[in-house]
């Protein structure tokens, strides 16, 4: 089964190579979309594919690479299309 989310993850998750983690994290996967810092210091993440393996990118990020301290990840259902071809990082 296919599945679309959003996820903003929130703590010490800008500047600890967050985004290039998750990037690695979701290409052993097979997830696609992107992770982004935002302005208020969390970090946004769009990931679309097999339920399981967004699932598991999920609950990586509830922890995330060594450096960075998640608080909170806030997760929602995006109704899924197949909106992209990889996993990146956005500016």
């Not at 994290?25 to 097999?50: C, F, M, Q």
């Not at 995330?64 to 299309?81: C, F, Q, S, T, W």
């Amino acid at each position: 089964m296919l599945k679309k989310v959003k996820a903003i993850v929130v703590g010490r998750v800008q500047g600890v190579w967050f985004r290039a983690n998750t990037v690695q994290e979701a290409k052993l996967l097979g997830v696609r979309g992107y992770a982004r810092n935002l302005p208020d210091g969390s970090v946004e993440i769009v990931a679309e594919g097999e339920s399981e393996a967004v699932d598991a990118l999920i609950a990586w990020a509830g922890e995330g690479p060594p450096l960075a301290i998640v608080r909170h990840v806030r997760v929602e259902d995006l109704d899924y299309e197949e909106e992209f071809s990889s996993f990146g990082v956005r500016h």
